[in-house]
């Protein structure tokens, strides 16, 4: 139990256009979600926090007219990159939390990579 | 965004040998949780710890919840090929209605086995 997907599990795209990924738990419901970016041989770095049905919670330092977060379901969320550059090229990792649970399950990855 | 300080930053053993790896925090947290990771794979839970003292199996794997509740340490006996990957750990802060919280990743232990 406790599976999340993602989507695309890789992309790559020009400078300038936009890439959406996408975050799924397959046999739970998750109302809070989690996005996170790493670079090579570095740790986890949280990006923002989804609420279904409301708005998502950005970290300091992320633009959230830039990574464009839409928790719609209790199943889904997604992550848009918006006029994607080079320095966006990362690896984008989702996790998902049970409803009323603590621990957080997390997605395969989806490797960006931004010509 | 704040990390937690793990060590060793890497190891290189050989088959058979013991793991020990610590983790630690200038702030408290009420729970710990290690994760492991293989190369272009997101983290998967391996130990979940709630209260602090606790110690806590998962077949050869061991960890403990520090009693100052700043700090953990994950132990791996007779490692074996598999337990090859990156090693985090991460700090949560749960509500009292253990509420979706998020995670503070540690900076990440890499392990290697020696032929």
């Known amino acids: 139990g406790a599976v999340v997907s993602q989507h695309p599990s890789w992309v790559i795209c020009k400078s300038g256009t936009s890439v959406k990924i996408e975050c799924r738990s397959l046999?739970?419901?998750?109302?809070?979600m989690f996005w996170y970016r790493q670079f090579p041989k570095q740790s986890l770095m949280l990006m923002a926090t989804?609420?279904?049905?409301?708005?998502?919670?950005?970290e300091q330092g992320v633009e959230k007219d830039k990574f464009l977060i839409n928790h719609a379901s209790l199943t889904l969320s997604t992550l848009t990159v918006t006029s994607a550059h080079p320095e966006d090229s990362s690896f984008y990792i989702c996790?998902?939390?049970?409803?009323?649970?603590?621990?957080?399950?997390f997605g395969p990855g989806t490797r960006l990579t931004v010509t | 965004g704040q990390q937690l300080n793990q060590s060793p930053q890497s190891m290189f053993i050989q088959e058979g040998e013991d793991v020990s790896m610590n983790c630690t925090s200038s702030?408290?947290?009420?729970?710990w949780l290690w994760y492991k990771q293989d190369p272009g794979e997101g983290p998967v839970l391996l130990i979940a710890?709630?209260?602090?003292?606790e110690l806590t199996s998962n077949g050869r794997l061991t960890a403990q919840f520090g009693i100052t509740r700043k700090d953990s340490f994950l132990n791996i006996s007779a490692s074996i090929p598999s337990d090859v990957g990156i090693y985090f750990c991460?700090?949560?802060?749960?509500?009292?209605?253990?509420?979706?919280?998020?995670?503070?990743f540690g900076t990440g232990t890499r392990l290697t086995i020696i032929p």
């Open positions: 996790s998902a939390s049970p409803s009323g649970g603590s621990e957080q399950y």
């Open positions: 710890l709630y209260k602090a003292g």
């Open positions: 046999d739970f419901q998750a109302t809070t």
């Open positions: 989804s609420n279904e049905g409301s708005k998502a919670t950005y």
């Open positions: 991460a700090g949560q802060l749960r509500g009292y209605n253990f509420g979706n919280e998020k995670l503070t």
């Open positions: 702030s408290i947290f009420n729970t």
